[in-house]
């Protein structure tokens, strides 16, 4: 019986090394992806921010064509109602 006992005991006490050993690297798995996700987090923040910046370009030189092109049929039309 006391074989049994110690027997038991040994195996309680791998169980729980393996169990802290899983925690451990559990614990460490997930420092790295955090610092993983944090990481690619910056890069996506950073590479929003030129697009934003790319499509706030385009989008003033959208409009100042077309307030441009206003202007220019605007004169046009006054110099054709000026012929007649």
């Known amino acids: 019986m006391e074989k ?3 027997t038991l005991e040994v195996r309680m006490d791998q169980t729980a ?9 559990i ?6 992806m955090d610092k993983k ?5 910056e890069k996506i923040d950073r590479k929003f921010a030129r ?3 790319i499509i706030d370009r385009k989008f003033s ?6 307030i441009t092109t206003l ?3 605007m004169a046009f039309m006054g110099k054709m109602a000026q012929f007649y």
């Open 61 to 66: 030189w959208s409009i100042g064509i077309q």
């Open 27 to 32: 614990t460490d798995l997930r420092v790295d």
């Open 4 to 6: 049994r006992v110690t």
């Open 51 to 53: 697009i934003e910046d």
């Open 37 to 41: 996700f944090i990481h690619a987090e």
């Open 17 to 25: 090394q393996s169990i802290d050993r899983l925690d451990r690297s």
């Open 71 to 73: 202007l220019a049929m």
